[in-house]
């Protein structure tokens, strides 16, 4: 009797032992111990792309692979760095020009934020300008003494533009920052000659004023691709037909927006993470548009400036794709 007794409490703790494992397990987020129970997604102000991107994403995300997630709000790719360098936020939205010199400790960076992977792009944006006709402006060359909208202060196309400026000999009259609609404002009142955007083509903005207003597209030229390499980002074209009247190919300045992780994040985590993106991709474009171009042969062009996750290395050679020798962590 004592015997079965004893055998009956055996079963017992081995059932419980079994569950408890089993609940562990879960409550780590998936199938590996080294999972995170949860992962903080840094993005962007709200209601702009890299906010509703992220929150999609996160939703998709956390279903196949049974793990909470949380989206917060953040003023983008500079502080987003800073919150995943830290490791304040397993998962950071950002664009590869800000990433680069964030890691390198060069540009905005006061020191190197050495602690960054990246995982997969986004999209490309273009940088680029529409002017009056008025303005008589045919080329970059010819924003010298002119009012330039660079947009906010400190953002993207208020950084590069800046530094295109500078690098290439282009004393401007003024550069206002602001936002859109008061550009649109400004210069049908006549008191602004250009303003810009580092955005995918066919922004809204410019699309209506070369509707109602007749501007033109103008994109940095042909010293895009040496100001690239400067810079750290990439170069390319708008492609003609890209908007109305636009009859040819636009070189300029390119810039892929991505997803970084830390370095120290689970690796198994980090390849499902980003095996679970790529085979959702159908539902993130119902997301965003802009998830369209999710393409992983983008991937040796668009994060060649950044190391690359172990586990994101793993899905991509596993798929085929050729890494330059870049994107491979030292250690």
């Not at 936020?89 to 990246?118: C, D, F, H, Q």
């Not at 691709?225 to 190919?249: C, F, M, P, R």
């Not at 085979?279 to 062009?301: F, G, N, R, T």
Request: aromatic share 10%; charged share 20%.
């Amino acid at each position: 009797m004592h015997k079965f007794k004893s055998l009956i409490f055996v079963s017992i703790a081995l059932t419980m032992a079994f569950l408890l494992s089993g609940c562990s397990n879960q409550s780590s987020g998936g199938s590996g111990n080294d999972w995170p129970k949860g992962i903080s997604v840094s993005s962007a102000t709200i209601g702009g792309t890299f906010h509703v991107y992220a929150t999609g994403w996160s939703d998709i995300v956390s279903k196949k692979l049974n793990i909470q997630s949380n989206v917060e709000a953040t003023g983008g790719p500079i502080p987003n760095i800073e919150l995943v360098d830290r490791g304040e936020s397993e998962i950071g939205l950002v664009t590869m020009g800000p990433a680069y010199e964030g890691y390198n400790g060069i540009g905005w960076a006061e020191k190197k934020y050495e602690n960054i992977r990246t995982l997969f792009p986004m999209y490309k944006s273009y940088l680029h300008w529409w002017a009056m006709p008025g303005a008589d402006i045919k080329s970059i060359e010819d924003f010298a003494g002119k009012r330039i909208g660079t947009g906010a202060a400190g953002g993207t196309p208020d950084y590069y533009g800046q530094r295109v400026f500078e690098d290439l000999g282009i004393e401007l009259g003024r550069i206002v920052n602001g936002g859109y609609n008061e550009y649109t404002n400004l210069m049908r009142d006549g008191q602004l000659d250009v303003a810009s955007a580092f955005a995918p083509t066919g922004h809204p903005t410019a699309v209506e004023m070369i509707s109602t207003d007749k501007v033109n597209i103008v994109g940095v030229g042909e010293k895009s691709a040496e100001l690239a390499g400067k810079y750290g980002i990439t170069h390319g074209v708008i492609e003609a037909n890209s908007y109305e009247g636009q009859t040819e190919d636009i070189p300029t300045l390119t810039i892929y927006s991505a997803f970084i992780t830390h370095k120290d994040l689970s690796e198994d985590f980090v390849y499902e993470l980003v095996k679970a993106t790529f085979e959702s991709k159908e539902e993130l474009i119902k997301v965003h548009q802009s998830a369209a171009e999710l393409d992983p042969k983008v991937v040796p062009e668009a994060l060649a400036g950044v190391p690359m996750h172990p586990g994101a290395i793993r899905y991509y050679e596993e798929i085929g794709i050729e890494l330059p020798d870049s994107v491979y962590p030292k250690e």
